[in-house]
T-cell receptor, first 112, second 114 residues
């Protein structure tokens, strides 16, 4: 089944404790991206990747890191999480920037 | 800059009513792509439709239909004979042919009451 998977689905952590949210797709998509969804602010892009080893900042990249060492994986790293990073995070992939983006199930993160 | 406006924050209808969700977009590009996504209470984002700027043909898929009008920069979504399962937040989104991110509207929360 073609899909985008994210892990973990739910995470509660404390300020400053490094965490990684994994994202994997099995559709051989070149383009992958991360979004966060917050009430009243909608969905905002954090980082995106056009292909392996090519990443770039989205609208809200502060406090996040990403890497794209393999085509199928695009992990999101929070080196020192803070409470304002409490949010619902989505990973997405598509054939290209103008292609349909297919989203993972989401990761609910709570930073205490 | 690209922008998507969904002026209706929340809509409530009674089951079997028709409902139209509005989407107005702004872009300077002549080539662009419009999308609708559904986010049910379970939280996932479900793709509904993609339309490119050169195809103004309206589309119907079961109870769903979309009206794309470049003259008014609108891409409206109609659900005919709404059902309780249609209750969700619906997002309209826009991107162009360059490296710009997918820009989402703020979403419209649809509640269908039995």
């Amino acid at each position: 089944e073609a899909q985008v998977t994210q892990n973990p689905r739910y995470l509660i952590t404390v300020t400053g404790k490094k965490l990684t949210v994994t994202c994997s797709q099995n559709m051989n998509h070149e383009y992958m991206s991360w979004y966060r969804q917050d009430p009243g602010l909608g969905l905002r892009q954090i980082y995106y990747s056009m292909n392996v080893e090519v990443t770039d900042k989205g609208d809200v990249p502060e406090g996040y890191k990403v890497s794209r060492k393999e085509k199928r994986n695009f992990p999101l790293i929070l080196e020192s999480p803070s409470p304002n990073q409490t949010s619902l995070y989505f990973c997405a992939s598509s054939l290209g920037t103008e292609g349909t983006q297919y989203f993972g199930p989401g990761t609910r993160l709570l930073v205490l | 800059a690209q922008k998507v406006t969904q002026a209706q924050t929340e809509i409530s209808v009674v089951e079997k009513e028709d409902v139209t969700l509005d989407c107005v977009y702004e872009t300077r590009d002549t080539t662009y792509y419009l999308f609708w996504y559904k986010q049910p209470p379970s939280g996932e984002l479900v793709f509904l439709i993609r339309r490119n700027s050169f195809d103004e043909q309206n589309e119907i898929s079961g109870r769903y239909s979309w009206n794309f009008q470049k003259s008014t920069s609108s891409f409206n979504f109609t659900i005919t004979a709404s059902q309780v399962v249609d209750s969700a937040v619906y997002f309209c989104a826009l991107t162009d042919s360059g490296n710009t991110p997918l820009v989402f509207g703020k979403g419209t929360r649809l509640s269908v009451i039995a």
